[in-house]
């Protein structure tokens, strides 16, 4: 049954608030299904310290527990669609919170508790009220006991001009390596 997923477990994520949760079935073929429970955090503590107006979204982060039924083990093979499938969707994410400029920059493996994560980076472009600023996004895919993780997020890392009032509370708050490393922390133990 769909409803019955459980949500992915993350760690405390003090200052952010939860904006979304939905479960899906992403993909039926024949009895193959694949259906996905995600939920959506915004960083709503560095939000409250920057004037911005509306519903910019410049900081967020997503994990999703993604199920194949009947349950396939994890193989290089299914871990390499997953993460296609999954940078394919995050690129459209990004793009519907207003990111432009996406552009992959590397991959790399990130050893978690039970194995090892595939982790892409992205760069991408996003303008807050009329501030233009410079991004960094990741999404990681983690193959869990017979089940994926997936987590994804992007941050701003450099403000590259605009109103100056928004600017300057800007980059008073950007800290690119603490969010990264934050980022990279979920990934480690999220479960």
Do not use: C
Request: proline fraction near 5%.
């Amino acid at each position: 049954m769909v409803d019955s997923l459980a949500s992915p477990t993350l760690p405390a994520l003090d200052g952010w608030v939860r904006v979304e949760e939905s479960t899906d079935r992403l993909f039926q073929f024949g009895l193959v299904r694949v259906t996905a429970r995600t939920v959506v955090y915004e960083d709503d503590a560095i939000r409250s310290r920057v004037p911005v107006a509306g519903d910019d979204t410049w900081r967020f982060l997503f994990a999703s527990r993604l199920v194949i039924r009947p349950r396939t083990p994890p193989s290089a093979a299914l871990t390499r669609l997953v993460r296609n499938g999954a940078t394919t969707e995050f690129k459209s994410r990004l793009r519907d919170r207003g990111f432009s400029d996406i552009r992959r920059v590397d991959s790399r493996t990130l050893a978690v508790e039970d194995g090892e994560a595939e982790v892409v980076h992205y760069t991408a472009s996003v303008t807050v009220n009329g501030v233009d600023l410079l991004a960094d996004a990741y999404v990681a895919v983690t193959p869990v006991d017979g089940e994926f993780l997936l987590t994804g997020g992007a941050y701003p890392r450099e403000v590259v001009g605009g109103d100056e009032k928004t600017a300057a509370a800007l980059r008073d708050v950007i800290d690119p390596e603490r969010f990264r490393e934050e980022f990279f922390d979920v990934v480690r133990r999220m479960e």
